[in-house]
Nanobody
Framework: QVQLVESGGGLVQAGGSLRLSCAASGRTFSSYGMGWFRQAPGKEREIVAAISWSSGTTYYADSVKARFTISRDNAKNMVYLEMISLKPEDTAIYYC?????????????????WGQGTQVTVSS
């Protein structure tokens, strides 16, 4: 069982940056694959970035490549999403998710555990 709590969201101007954090509970965190998803009003939840249990594999959606960076610290049970050059279209609720397989997956149905989400709003 893993519990996830996101933090770090907020209101930022276009071109600004934010760092999202996801704190995970559970002794087996280091074996889980982790992902960041986002959901804007009226849209489906979509993958933003994902990282394998060892950080050896990462994945980024095309829309965020070169702007977002996912990382994890297994010693601290933390996952991060560094976001720079933010755009208004990045506005969404951002969710942290965990998959017990330890792998990098792209679809929400492939993740077992979810946080409550943190709002990111980018003004133009």
């Amino acid at each position: 069982q893993v519990q996830l709590v996101e933090s770090g969201g907020g209101l930022v101007q276009a071109g600004g940056s934010l760092r999202l954090s996801c704190a995970a509970s559970g002794r087996t965190f280091s074996s889980y694959g982790m992902g960041w998803f986002r959901q804007a009003p009226g849209k489906e939840r979509e993958i933003v970035a994902a990282i394998s249990w060892s950080s050896g594999t990462t994945y980024y959606a095309d829309s965020v490549k070169a702007r977002f960076t996912i990382s994890r610290d297994n010693a601290k049970n933390m996952v991060y999403l560094e976001m720079i050059s933010l755009k208004p279209e990045d506005t969404a609720i951002y969710y942290c998710a965990a998959t017990s397989t330890g792998l990098v997956f792209h679809y929400p149905r492939q993740y077992n555990y979810w946080g409550q989400g943190t709002q990111v709003t980018v003004s133009s």
